[in-house]
């Protein structure tokens, strides 16, 4: 006996399907190459907008300087430092104590405790 009868032997005999079964790759192939995508309709375009006018210029004020907003946010988080006597700011009166050539009374105190913490002062700073 050669070796290829022994091999032929060894392995079962192939079944139908394992006959047909490139048949049904190949039809199955065929089936996916040849079958199309629904599309969803197509959306009219929408109309051309008008170009709206250029804004004017903007006029830079102290409400744009976010230092104001970094001097509120700080005398918030870190209020057990300051004096308790010291009251709460927001921007608006910031901005309007600090106005003027000289500073409202409320805001002089408020940079004093900010100087005091600064510094590492236990004494007020005047």
Known sequence: MS??????????PPTEDEKL???????????KLVRKKPTAPKAP?????PKR????????VLADNPDI????????RFNAAFPIKL???????????????VPSPQVEN???????LVLNRKKPVE
């Open 3 to 12: 070796g290829s009868d022994s091999s032929a032997l060894s392995s079962a």
């Open 21 to 31: 079964a490139p048949i049904f790759l190949r039809a199955k192939a065929k089936g």
């Open 45 to 49: 375009k929408s109309p051309v907008l």
């Open 53 to 60: 006018p250029e804004s004017p210029p903007h006029e830079y």
């Open 69 to 76: 907003a970094m001097i509120v946010m700080f005398r918030s």
């Open 87 to 101: 009251p709460q700011f927001g921007p608006q009166d910031i901005e309007r104590g600090v106005v003027d050539s």
């Open 110 to 116: 408020l940079l004093c405790a900010l100087l005091g």
